[in-house]
């Protein structure tokens, strides 16, 4: 299982960026999907996930201004930022938990991450 993250960059405090992020690869079921970010110096921490049922949990710091969704059809997961703010500044990691195929253990898979720097 391989993901992929696009969408990351530079934008200006109180702009958007939309990531996303599709697995590929062997892939029998997905069940949760996120994301995650680790600013330098600090460490991972959660921005928001999704279940297969739709139902979502974001960060404190996050909720309000991002909103994650997923096309279960194309096994991908998006982040939809807005009202960016400098402390949003970090590498963003997408993350599915899923089955590679029938009857094998459930377990999590990473992306390698995209840059988002939030700066006037």
């Known amino acids: 299982v391989q993901l992929q993250a696009f969408g990351g960059g530079l934008v200006q405090p109180g702009g958007f960026l939309r990531l996303s992020c599709a697995a590929s690869g062997s892939i029998f079921s997905i069940y949760d999907m996120g994301w995650y970010r680790q600013a330098p110096g600090s460490q991972r921490e959660l921005v928001a996930t999704?279940?297969?049922?739709?139902?979502?949990n974001y960060a404190g710091s996050v909720k309000g201004r991002f909103a994650i969704s997923r096309d279960s059809a194309k096994n991908t997961v998006y982040l939809q930022m807005n009202s960016l703010m400098p402390e949003d500044t970090a590498v963003y990691y997408c993350?599915?938990?899923?089955?590679?195929?029938?009857?094998?253990?459930?377990?999590?898979?990473w992306g390698k991450g995209t840059l988002v720097t939030v700066s006037s």
């Open positions: 999704i279940t297969s049922g739709g139902m979502t």
């Open positions: 993350r599915i938990t899923a089955a590679p195929a029938l009857g094998v253990t459930t377990r999590d898979f």
